[in-house]
């Protein structure tokens, strides 16, 4: 879940596993104003995930989401010696146009991980990620400018 402070909503993606559904990708936007639930148009969408990240970007005015856990299937990861179903990828969402893109990551970026938690530090334009589960001891720190 991520709060969308130029369109006044919070963003909720993915979640699960679900007896009989496992993960899934649905998208769902809360009008603060309206107090009201709508389910997101977005053609392009991330994998079905649960354990992820999304923080709001204010350099960006868009989210950006890492990692997660897909327990439906052995998705690949980006990276080398990923468990099963854990995630490595980086997506942006843009709120003004309801849609996903891929992000290519760059060297040193964090490794596969579900659980972590995240922070943007305006200060320093980065991206924070902490911990979660992974193929590491899970206590490391990350950032993203």
């Known amino acids: 879940m991520a709060a969308l402070p130029g369109v006044d909503s919070v963003l909720l993606f993915g979640g699960g596993p679900f007896v009989g559904r496992g993960t899934i ?81 760059l060297q040193g970026s964090p490794g596969p991980r579900s659980g972590a938690a995240a922070a943007y530090d305006s200060l320093s334009d980065q991206l924070v990620v902490f911990g979660g589960i992974g193929a590491w001891d899970g206590n490391d720190v990350r950032g993203r400018e």
Not at 30 to 45: G, H, L, M, Q, Y
Not at 59 to 72: A, I, P
């Open 25 to 105: 990708e649905d998208q769902w936007l809360f009008d603060i104003a309206t107090e009201s639930w709508r389910e997101s148009e977005a053609v392009s969408v991330p994998e079905p995930r649960t354990g992820h990240v999304m923080e709001y970007v204010d350099s960006l005015g868009q989210v950006v989401m890492f990692g997660g856990d897909d327990r439906n299937s052995q998705l690949r990861c980006l990276g080398t010696g990923c468990p099963p179903g854990l995630l490595d990828d980086m997506w942006t969402y843009d709120p003004v146009t309801d849609d996903w893109v891929a992000q290519l990551l």
